[in-house]
């Protein structure tokens, strides 16, 4: 292991580099899509996306705005000559229409990202020696001093040079520096559930303290969870029935309840509720979650969790149960 204290040295330029002055709101936001061992990064002038996929029916993305770094600079023109190289060797057929061009993308292992990141505190936010997160076979790890007794704020500088590269990280806590790379993959065809492709007939904003109570009453022994959103009353409804019975919870159109509310066409649909659990931890950041559900009954929860750069987005599709006997993943075919 390296020893570095004292000043960080000057990084290189590099096609995407950003700084954060303390990163507990980056891995607070990674954590709440943290259900997969990887993760898809988007790069682009305002920001960054990372998505993960379940089962071809979740799609779930943490968008981490420019505005949420002390500095934020990437290389637009260096991206768009990287792009024009890769699909130099493809035909025009095998590229992805209306991509854009400005963006770069690249795969990481979201569990080590989010170990270096808490190199300091520890990923539940204690104190850490760092030794526990070694960085395993995709990262490699060079570290200072004991930082298991430093608790201040953790500023970190993150890189990335282009294509076949290391996703880099220096972190930096009272003097005490740490440098971690992170071997990145080439990103495979994502899942599209398409939400926007179709109208959206339903949605509403919802405070999400009573969200939350609704998802904790929700049967663990269901397969499936009811949504219903109608222009009458009950105006939204959660409902499961599992080994325990039934569980139903409804909502009025009330402004202590719902900050607004809109209903073209009254719909019921109903989703994995294994696959629905699994925003809880996103649901329990957020102050606000705005739920939408389009023509063919695909779902959207956005969370909005406040930070110091006003809000982030943390964002979940699903795709519907055709029926209690079908498989969602078929879902994503209907036409």
């Excluded at 990084?11 to 990674?30: G, H, Q, S, T, Y």
């Excluded at 019921?268 to 996103?282: F, G, H, P, R």
């Excluded at 006003?310 to 078929?330: G, K, R, W």
Aim: charged content about 20%; some cysteine; glycine content about 6%.
């Amino acid at each position: 292991m390296a020893t570095v204290r004292g000043t960080a040295p000057e990084p290189e330029p590099a096609l995407f580099r950003a700084k954060i002055a303390n990163v507990r709101p980056l891995v607070n936001m990674l954590k709440t899509i943290s259900f997969r061992p990887r993760a898809r990064c988007v790069i682009n002038p305002d920001g960054l996306v990372f998505t993960v996929e379940e089962s071809q029916c979740l799609v779930a993305q943490a968008y981490l705005r420019a505005e949420l770094f002390s500095t934020f600079s990437y290389d637009v023109q260096l991206a768009e000559y990287y792009r024009n190289q890769e699909q130099a060797g493809f035909d025009a057929e095998d590229l992805q229409d209306g991509e854009p061009r400005d963006v770069t993308q690249v795969v990481l292992p979201l569990d080590n990202l989010i170990e270096c990141l808490t190199l300091f505190y520890g990923p539940s936010g204690t104190s850490s020696s760092g030794a526990q997160s070694g960085a395993h076979s995709t990262a490699s790890l060079h570290t200072s001093g004991n930082p298991g007794d430093l608790r201040g704020a953790t500023t970190a500088v993150i890189a990335f040079n282009g294509p076949g590269t290391d996703f880099e990280l220096m972190l930096e806590e009272r003097g005490t520096i740490s440098l971690c790379r992170l071997s990145t993959f080439v990103p495979e065809p994502s899942v599209d559930l398409k939400f926007s492709h179709h109208p959206t007939t339903q949605q509403l904003i919802i405070k999400s303290e009573w969200l939350r109570d609704a998802f904790n009453e929700l049967d663990p022994t269901s397969e499936s969870v009811s949504i219903s959103i109608a222009s009458t009353e009950p105006h939204f409804r959660i409902s499961t029935i599992g080994e325990s019975g039934s569980t139903d919870m409804t909502y009025s159109n009330t402004e202590r309840i719902l900050d607004s509310f809109f209903c073209n066409e009254d719909q019921e649909n109903q989703y994995k509720l294994s696959l629905i659990l699994k925003c809880k931890q996103a649901l329990a950041m957020s102050d606000k979650t705005k739920i939408r559900i389009n023509q063919r009954g695909f779902l959207s929860f956005q969370f909005m969790i406040p930070t110091a750069a006003d809000v982030s987005f943390v964002n979940f599709v699903f795709a519907p149960l055709v029926s209690t006997d079908e498989p969602i993943a078929d879902a994503t075919t209907r036409v």
